[in-house]
């Protein structure tokens, strides 16, 4: 009897990627995706996979690393609190820092609001072979200048071109750079971590009752969170307007963390599968060179050893 054949990361872990996926095809809208889901896993069962995950993606990396073909890009974005640090810092560990670059997009500097939008994401793509990881990205200039006018108005744009389409255009720009960096070898997965207004308010009553993490709460967060229904609606036409085949969103269930890192991890181990990644291989002249090399350190080695044995011969006897 023949055997059946095994099954690809991307049909194991289908049930924590599918779910989550929207590429554009069909209505979205955010309310019909839920935060608290935990796929009928329980929190062990979770690390269990989060282990496993982590194990392909070191794996992975280093087929990438060395083929030096492909590269990554890692889109996080997320309300504030939405465990965006704790998941890059769970799904990650144990990889090469040598591959992998994590870029936090504060607010932006004198020079980059002297360029064009999307300036300061380019000077930070992952070179080939590599994996870049944006903790907020391009799409807070469609997401907080939207929320914040006043942000749009310190861009220096010239005014005849702020119109009421500029978020229209935008998206356009932006899913036609994405596309651009598919068709040149950047894999772009796009993940907003959907976390519900309640637990965001646990966390950070827990920020504020744990020294250790007072560091991370900000009153600016507060004033933030007072626009919820605003920034859940652009959220909503982000997403809709972005997700592609060739650049997919994925609504991350964020409530529990765990399972959360459960869908980042499965979708990006997955996703590095069906690049077909290996280790680049030796040509046939490279190979001779190698063999030539091969014997000559086995004959240094036998050298050393012939001189060992004269030396202990030249020895005199002990008296």
Request: proline fraction near 4%.
């Amino acid at each position: 009897m023949s055997k059946k054949p095994s099954k690809s990361l991307a049909q194991e872990l289908d049930r924590y990627i599918t779910p989550f996926r929207h590429d554009g095809s069909g209505k979205f809208h955010l309310k019909d995706y839920k935060t608290d889901e935990k796929g009928d896993l329980d929190k062990e069962q979770g690390q269990e996979i989060l282990d496993a995950n982590k194990k392909r993606l070191i794996a992975f990396q280093e087929k990438l690393y060395a083929q030096d073909r492909w590269s990554v890009l890692i889109v996080l974005q997320a309300m504030d609190a939405g465990g965006k640090d704790s998941a890059i810092k769970a799904i990650f560990e144990g990889i090469n820092p040598q591959g992998c670059e994590v870029t936090a997009f504060k607010q932006p500097s004198k020079n980059e609001l002297d360029h064009d939008f999307l300036w300061r994401h380019v000077v930070a793509l992952p070179e080939r072979g590599h994996i870049g990881i944006f903790n907020r990205s391009h799409y807070e200039e469609c997401l907080v200048t939207r929320v914040h006018p006043e942000i749009l108005a310190n861009e220096k744009l010239p005014s005849r071109l702020v119109i009421k389409n500029i978020w229209t255009e935008r998206f356009e720009d932006i899913c036609a750079w994405e596309r651009y960096l598919c068709r040149n070898g950047t894999l772009v997965l796009k993940f907003f971590l959907n976390v519900s207004k309640q637990e965001q308010r646990e966390r950070f009553l827990d920020r504020l009752e744990e020294p250790a993490k007072q560091w991370k709460f900000s009153m600016d967060d507060i004033k933030e969170r007072a626009l919820w229904p605003r920034y859940q609606a652009v959220y909503q036409d982000i997403v809709r307007h972005t997700a592609t085949p060739h650049a997919p969103w994925y609504v991350v269930p964020a409530d529990h963390k765990w399972f959360a890192r459960v869908v980042i991890g499965s979708v990006i181990v997955a996703e590095l599968e069906k690049l077909d990644l290996r280790f680049p291989r030796a040509d046939k002249a490279s190979l001779a060179e190698f063999e030539n090399v091969r014997k000559a350190l086995e004959q240094e080695e036998k050298g050393a050893k012939k001189r060992t044995k004269r030396k202990v011969r030249k020895q005199p006897h002990a008296q």
